[in-house]
């Protein structure tokens, strides 16, 4: 199971930190990515890193401003999230898959947390 964590309510240019616990399996092994979805839009991808945490992924709209990590000794992964924008408003969800490839694709993840309310306020 993945558990996402973290969301709230932050101002414009503010920040926040999101965490995804997993537990019952070997996620330290998986790649675990980002997605979020806008009221009235389809999910898309944020953010991706690989399970040896060596090779990381952006969507365009997000690179440069925030930071995918984690920490398998406690199966965790973070998303660090600065110069937060309204744009980025969205529940956002962890996911995890063992698939190398298409990692941008949601259908290429095979569990998911339940998600996470970001609200950023202009």
């Known amino acids: 199971q993945l558990q996402a964590s973290g969301g709230g309510l932050v101002q414009a240019g503010g920040s926040l930190r999101l965490s995804c616990a997993a537990s019952?399996?070997?996620?330290?092994?998986?790649?675990m990515g980002w997605f979020r979805q806008a009221p009235g839009k389809e999910r898309e991808f944020v953010a991706a890193?690989?399970?040896?945490?060596?090779?990381?992924y952006y969507a365009d709209s997000v690179e440069g401003r925030f930071i995918i990590a984690r920490d398998s000794p406690v199966n965790t992964a973070y998303l660090q999230m600065n110069s937060l924008k309204p744009e980025d408003t969205a529940v956002y969800y962890c996911?995890?898959?063992?698939?190398?490839?298409?990692?941008?694709?949601?259908?290429?993840?095979?569990?998911w947390g339940q998600g996470t309310l970001v609200t950023v306020s202009s």
């Open positions: 996911a995890a898959t063992r698939k190398i490839l298409r990692l941008r694709l949601g259908p290429s993840y095979d569990y």
């Open positions: 019952g399996r070997a996620f330290s092994s998986y790649t």
């Open positions: 890193i690989s399970w040896r945490g060596d090779k990381e």
